[in-house]
T-cell receptor, first 116, second 111 residues
Framework: EAGVTQFPSHSVIEKGQTVTLRCDPI?????LYWYRRVMGKEIKFLLH????????ESGMPNNRFLAERTGGTYSTLKVQPAELEDSGVYFC??????????????FGPGTRLTVL | QKEVEQNSGPLSVPEGAIASLNCTYS??????FFWYRQYSGKSPELIMS????GDKEDGRFTAQLNKASQYVSLLIRDSQPSDSATYLC???????????FGSGTKLNVKP
């Protein structure tokens, strides 16, 4: 079974440009999460999709970030315009959904974004 | 106050020794706890999950949970050089839809 995949693995852009990150979750997983790790800090939650709906976007830093999940499959995270402080590693995770006490999240390899 | 606290390390142990990694969390309502291992440049990989007070063993790994004291630990027995990585403690939020991570503890196992 394929794991969570992310594209690109690295992206270097200049301040003010636009970047779009893509995540393909594990097939059949309803839940998709985006996290970010800024250098020297912990991994922080950005948002959560259940299928195509945004369940929680409380971690999105500001309105320069836009996440979508087309048809409940893959997701994109767009940063427009990018700022220096957006640099970091963006992780995507997915989980199957519907299982308690918890629902294990499986992580992708991340996209390393560098804004110059 | 951070939701999840870990000692950043590095923690150095000789090969064959027991490595002990600790984590504390702030939300008393948290119910689910996870340890992930992350090699440099790779994705976090789930090692253990624990939901009830006490110990949970899986091979060389033992997770310990004490909800009253709000701490979680991971013991690695017979540590191997291949265990050298950053270990992330994750706690599921009260609303069951996000994980809170510690900053990770870097473990070095010396041959």
């Amino acid at each position: 079974e394929a794991g969570v995949t992310q594209f690109p693995s690295h992206s270097v852009i200049e301040k003010g440009q636009t970047v779009t990150l893509r995540c393909d979750p594990i097939s059949g997983h309803d839940n998709l999460y985006w996290y970010r790790r800024v250098m020297g800090k912990e991994i922080k939650f950005l948002l959560h999709f259940v299928k195509e709906s945004k369940q929680d976007e409380s971690g999105m830093p500001n309105n320069r970030f836009l996440a979508e999940r087309t048809g409940g499959t893959y997701s994109t995270l767009k940063v427009q315009p990018a700022e220096l402080e957006d640099s970091g590693v963006y992780f995507c995770a997915s989980s199957q959904g519907g299982y308690r006490p918890t629902d294990t999240q499986y992580f992708g390899p991340g996209t390393r974004l560098t804004v110059l | 106050q951070k939701e999840v606290e870990q000692n950043s390390g590095p923690l150095s142990v000789p090969e064959g020794a027991i490595a002990s990694l600790n984590c504390t969390y702030s939300d008393r309502g948290s119910q689910s706890f996870f340890w992930y291992r992350q090699y440099s440049g790779k994705s976090p990989e789930l090692i253990m999950s624990i939901y009830s007070n006490g110990d949970k063993e899986d091979g060389r790994f033992t997770a310990q949970l004490n909800k009253a004291s709000q701490y979680v630990s991971l013991l690695i027995r017979d540590s191997q050089p291949s265990d050298s990585a950053t270990y992330l403690c994750a706690v599921e939020g009260y609303n069951f839809n996000k994980f809170y991570f510690g900053s990770g503890t870097k473990l070095n196992v010396k041959p």
